[in-house]
């Protein structure tokens, strides 16, 4: 059994740094999660972290390795495990992240962005397209991001072997490399990952060992190529990061398939766009890389050959780099099998080969001298720094993440505003709605309602827009962004409020099933109040879109629809609400009862009468106990129907309700309707009917106006020896 390695530890000093930042990083996490974006201790702490990250990327890019419980730098532990340090590794394992490299120039702003993303829930973020994803939206090129993909990581093995088949067979045929979306990701994470790329670079050395050092430069570059290729099209961005790996898999290439690679520079073949594949991959070569390369070309060949000298001296021009590398190599082949008998003879002949081989065959005088000036030049340039350092800070802040967000941002604003031609202006807006869905879910949202309005606004500009307009407005308000807008309405202002409102007028009705899925669910009082003014803002249309709710499986958002429908007001849909009239779920009954009730309609009060007489057991009492616990004025219309128009035979409990009511709510339509049920009687059943006179009666003498107590003096008067007894009875206490 294999025993396995302890990794190195880091000196001292970096075990002290790396500790520091994670603390620094860990108090600046607890402040921006527990206290709004004005608070001091924000302030405090992201000012610290951007301190502490200033001071470890003042030489260059700081580079972390993320595991469950640690942080590694250049695959190094700290000699003294520190809580800090496995808080944050923990942290950001949790969201997937594999790898972090901080570079210069890091504001406070970047850091806040970041770490709110971290505190989110791990699920909100991959449903919303990962870590990765949503900082390219939210952050920008000062922290690189590594994600990790466990589903990939699962099919490793097979993966590494199965994908270096595929490149092999394309090299061997002359062709492109030809995968699909799924296939080229696998192949990025697998060069993104040193262990997995060192496994396909050995799986292609040993497959195209027979084939010789032609087939291996050839499937270097098929590689190389593909992935270039496919980046430029989705993520151009990440090119840099590619070459850089690609520089380091070139490091086990054999002396002869890197005479191959380097012998491809000068051929039109090798340019993807406007850049040399195998210069990318030179330039960025490391000084392990290189090293490594000699190394293992001496240990295979038990010396320097003259193709390993044509490689090393086309790699490394400058002689002072020379002698460094191949210090660097020595200690690399004297470790590989322990230092063989007669090493040091052996290795000064290497050396000697390899720093004094001439290429004037190869390469001419005046070409030699153009690169030596060339490379002169440059280092001129870098050392001629005579500009002050507010100027240069000045400069530094035009390319910050923030800078770079806002030149994104308006970059999409100008090319909405100046495309004339229709087809590609679609073609925009698309990508401008998509931008803003991916600010919405990094809390971008006036930026994100500032593109939407954009696109409104240019689309009404020329009527072949507007389609297209529509279109990615429709698009925009059904994607996922709706699930983020609630926190938004808790807290926004109004003004950012009111954009809003008229972004979802402008996408129309669509929207109106999302807005009431929100408003179903939302506890928050103020954003309920806002999701509600702006469904009720739909008038008309958004009435119809409603209804189509009523059969929704969520007994919250049919709840909902029958909220709005009796905000909409109006007969139209009252028959919609028939069949919530009898739902299982007794708060949608109470709603759809409720949006009846306050409707104040003939047809309303018809409709909940039949509904009463229809039903049984459960959902009668429900609505029984709806209607005669109401008392909001606006039933008056009801129960002045129920008066005139129910048996009050078979419903005497909810006939005295209604009569008491309506002496509770007054008004002429009231008295009217209290008159005809004084007047009302059955002689079979004189009990009941000396009630019911008696409560019409107590309800005219509790309205008291003139009209009220006039219907109560001509009923003593003129009425029938039932009618005149209750009148009489309620005037004499009125008096």
Known sequence: MAESTAPPVLPPDAGARLAEFARACKAAARAVSLYPAAHPAIGTTLGRLSQVTAMLTANGPYRLQVMADALLIGGAVPARPDPAIAELAELLHRQLVGGLTLNPGIDAESWR???????????????????????????????????????????????????????????????????????????????????????????????????????????????????????SKTEPQRLDALFGHMGRAAGQLSAEAMLKLLDQRHRQEAMVGSINMPGAVMERMTDESVSHFVA????????????????????????????????????????????????????QRVEGMLTSYSDEKFVSEQYARELSGARTRAVDVERANDDPPERIATWLATVGDAALRMLDHQLLLDLLSIEAEPARWRDIAETATAHAEDLVRVGYFDQAWQLADAVVREGQRNPERTAYASTALERFGRGSMMKHVPSHLRGSDDASYER?????????????????????????????????????GFGAKGRESVQRLMNAPNWEVRRTAAYLLREFGGSEGLKELVPLLADTEPLVQREAVQALVLNGTDEASRILLQAITSASGRSRETLLTELTGARDERAAPLFCYLVRNMDRR???????????????????????????????GDFWSPLATRRLRSAAAQALRRIGTPAALEVLREASARGPRGVRAAARTELSRST
């Open 500 to 536: 809003f409102k008229a972004l979802c007028h402008a996408i129309g009705p669509p929207v109106i099933p999302a807005l009431a899925e929100l408003l179903s669910s939302e506890k928050d009082a103020r954003a309920r109040r806002r999701l509600r003014d702006i469904l009720v």
């Open 113 to 231: 962005t970041l770490l709110l993303l971290l505190a989110r829930a791990p699920e909100d973020v991959r449903a919303d397209g990962g870590i990765r994803h949503l900082w390219t939206t939210a952050g920008g090129p000062s922290i690189e991001i590594e994600e990790i993909d466990y589903a990939e990581v699962l099919r490793e093995k097979q993966g590494v072997a199965a994908s270096a088949e595929q490149i092999i067979a394309a090299a061997l045929a002359g062709r492109a490399l030809d995968l699909d979306d799924s296939g080229m990701r696998l192949l990025l994470d697998i060069v993104q990952d040193p262990v997995r790329l060192q496994e396909m670079m050995a799986e292609i050395d040993r497959s195209t060992e027979q084939h010789g050092a032609t087939a291996q430069a050839a499937a270097f570059m098929t590689l190389l190529k593909g992935l270039a290729e496919y980046l």
């Open 296 to 347: 293992a070309s001496v240990i295979k060949e038990r010396g320097a050959t003259e193709r390993l000298a044509l490689a090393f001296q086309a790699l490394v021009p400058d002689t002072d780099r020379q002698r460094q590398l191949l210090g660097l190599a020595e200690r690399e082949v004297a470790a590989s099998e322990g230092p063989p008998e007669g090493f040091a003879e052996m290795w």
């Open 650 to 680: 078979k419903e005497q409990q909810l006939y005295s309700s209604s009569v008491v009511a309506l002496g509770t709510f007054g008004g002429p339509d009231a008295v009217e309707a209290l008159k005809f049920a004084l007047h009302q």
